[in-house]
């Protein structure tokens, strides 16, 4: 956890147990008055130049240099340009503080003196919240850590805007922060039930409005594939709608967000094996990234219409689960072969992209840890976006860019679309074509769109955990897609500007 503050003090009288200078190429260092300061910097420049050291230049401040500050960490990492060329700062922050934590350095004081310096701010900020996250709630004698003190020292011209940009940075962070212990949880604990009082938590605190649907009006409403992929459970599905209502919206639109809530999934009676089937807690990634987004979206008062629906459910092996060859029919109308019981994502979205509809969403994003193939094409730190919609598409793409959430456009190929059809349904979960796994499960919900909704799909099952730090990610899960939205959002409706 970090607590932070913006100040303009001179380098000398920054009162904090250490100083950190991500050093561009002529930084305030190289240009200050300070001759040990200077001589620090030049020292460390000189030894990444001979490639004596790569990253970073970690000192004890000797008294002659006149500082309140008691150490010096000078990051060899330059301040980049727009978009994602800021990760690398994220990252730097991120080392830093970890570097702090080492040497039991508690108040740590970031210089950023820069011609975008909010912008830079925030995303030190972001390295160092996220970067900083730790989840030992399941150890049985955690290191209790304390909180840190950041301090971002910026011009007295830019205190204003860093201020108000730094508050958002810290809402959307920690609404990350939030989903991310959310994936972490363990099935028996985070069962549909336990994610709808989550939803219901949050509802309470943020002011959104909250309604669930348990597995009794599931059936009788119609939701027929989430009831039959959670029958087999001791833990029944369920159907969480949350609803953001700001008092004047800025533009008439109402944003739907659908996220696939698996709490566990084995596979079903198409049982996974055992190289995956222990991660399948972090199932329901897509759900806790919209969680994430609606808690952001509350917190910063987003002039927009949004509504969010979750199914959850848990796909179990048991006498009472849904079998390979069963006939279901989605609340559309559309009936669906079920070929395999591990394809059982795409069956709960059609419900929550259903209901969305009947809320009246117009615009439509859903996110899913849907296929195995579209990690198999992007790799894990990209998820693959569907849409036909080239403002969507657009407005995705460049949000990605801006945040480090990055996305990359799959086709929905339209003649690929008949390869899901079957004799004896509507369609079929599985594509008779066993590659292009994750085309066919995004024309698989196109299916299921409401009728003159605007949609686009999100699969991120590759960045939504990592098996190793990454960035300024530990190992876990690391809330992929809430930066993302929330910023696309501002753009589709002009806040960012």
């Not at 160092?128 to 399941?138: A, K, P, Q, S, T």
């Not at 008779?432 to 499960?441: E, V, Y």
């Not at 190793?468 to 501002?490: D, H, I, K, N």
Request: charged residues 25%; hydrophobic residues 40%; positive net charge.
């Amino acid at each position: 956890m970090a607590n932070y503050k913006v100040g303009t003090q001179e380098i000398e009288k920054i009162n904090a147990d250490a100083l950190v200078v991500i050093c561009e190429e002529d930084g305030v260092l190289a240009q200050s008055s300070n001759k040990v300061l200077r001589r620090h910097w030049e020292n460390f420049h000189q030894a990444v130049k001979d490639r004596k050291s790569s990253r970073e230049w970690f000192c004890t401040l000797e008294k002659s240099a006149g500082c309140t500050t008691s150490h010096l960490l000078l990051e060899s990492v330059a301040f980049g340009g727009p978009g994602n060329h800021d990760e690398p700062l994220k990252s730097a922050a991120a080392r830093a503080v970890a570097m702090c934590r080492q040497h039991s350095l508690r108040r740590v004081a970031f210089i950023v003196h820069h011609k975008v310096a909010p912008l830079k701010a925030a995303a030190i900020l972001e390295g160092v919240i996220l970067g900083d996250f730790e989840d030992n709630r399941y150890k049985s004698n955690p290191l209790s850590r304390p909180e840190l003190d950041i301090q971002i020292v910026v011009s007295k011209e830019d205190k204003k805007e860093t201020r108000a940009v730094l508050e958002r940075t810290k809402i959307i962070c920690d609404a990350q922060n939030n989903a991310r212990l959310l994936v972490n949880a363990p099935h028996h604990e985070l069962t549909p039930r336990g994610l709808a009082r989550e939803a219901q938590l949050l509802a309470k605190s943020c002011g959104l409005q909250c309604e669930v649907l348990d597995h009794k009006k599931l059936k009788a409403s119609g939701y027929e594939p989430t009831w039959q992929v959670g029958r087999g459970s001791e833990y029944p599905p369920c159907m969480i709608i949350l609803r953001h209502r700001p008092k004047k919206p800025l533009r008439k639109m109402h944003i739907g967000l659908a996220g696939k809530g698996m709490t566990f999934d084995s596979g079903g009676l198409s049982l996974k094996t055992k190289e995956t089937i222990f991660k399948m807690n972090r199932d329901m990634a897509g759900a806790a990234t919209v969680l994430g987004v609606m808690e952001a979206a509350s917190r910063l008062d987003l002039p927009i219409q949004m509504t969010a629906v979750i199914t959850a459910a848990h796909n179990a092996v048991d006498g009472a689960a849904y079998y390979p060859g069963a006939i279901l029919k989605a609340k559309n109308g559309k009936t669906i072969f079920v070929e395999n019981t591990d394809a059982e994502g795409r069956l709960i979205l059609t419900d929550a992209l259903h209901r969305l509809g009947e809320e009246g969403s117009d615009i439509i994003w859903d996110y899913a840890t849907l296929t195995g193939a579209c990690m198999a094409a992007l790799g894990p730190g990209i998820a693959g976006l569907f849409t036909d919609d080239e403002e969507l598409r657009t407005v995705l793409v460049q949000a990605g860019n801006q945040t480090g959430d990055d996305v990359w456009p799959l086709p929905l190929v339209p003649e690929y679309k008949p390869w899901l059809n079957h004799t004896l349904a509507d369609v079929s979960n599985l594509s008779r074509i066993p590659i292009g796994g994750a085309i066919h499960a995004a024309n698989f919900l196109s299916h299921f769109v409401p009728k003159g909704a605007r949609w686009a799909h999100v699969d991120l099952a590759g960045p939504s955990n990592t098996e190793r730090p990454w960035r300024y990610y530990s190992p876990g899960a690391t809330g992929f897609g809430v930066r993302l939205t929330v910023e696309a959002l501002r753009l589709l409706t002009g806040e960012n500007k």
